[in-house]
Nanobody, 117 residues
Framework: VQLQASGGGLVQVGGSLRLNCVAS????????MGWYRQAPGKERELVAT???????NYTDSVKGRFTISRDNAKNTVYLQMNSLVPEDTAVYYC????????????WGQGTQVTVSS
């Protein structure tokens, strides 16, 4: 599966952004998907997941502010980010999700999100 993330940018504290990730192939609807982020000097972290039948999960720091969703007809997964804070500044990536995600060696180019105070 090839993935292309977009939608990042520069936003002020309290602002919103929606990230998009378009996947190639015909198996997208069967694939669990995740959004991840990596801040400068920090390890990549899992932000949100959505399984193939739609159940979602979030890391504690974004609960109530971020919403992950998917449109299987468009092979697209979204991340709506509201009430952004400077700690959300990172490069955001989409990728398949599994319990072994930390061992993935193929990541797309990501999209930069910068929250200014």
């Amino acid at each position: 599966v090839q993935l292309q993330a977009s939608g990042g940018g520069l936003v002020q504290v309290g602002g919103s952004l929606r990230l998009n990730c378009v996947a190639s192939g015909t198996m997208f609807r069967f694939i669990h998907m995740g959004w991840y982020r990596q801040a400068p000097g920090k390890e990549r972290e899992l932000v949100a997941t959505i399984v193939n039948f739609g159940r979602t999960n979030y890391t504690d720091s974004v609960k109530g502010r971020f919403t992950i969703s998917r449109d299987n007809a468009k092979n697209t997964v979204y991340l709506q980010m509201n009430s952004l804070v400077p700690e959300d500044t990172a490069v955001y990536y989409c990728n398949q999700y599994s319990s072994g995600w930390k061992f993935y060696n193929q990541w797309g180019q990501g999209t930069q999100v910068t929250v200014s105070s």
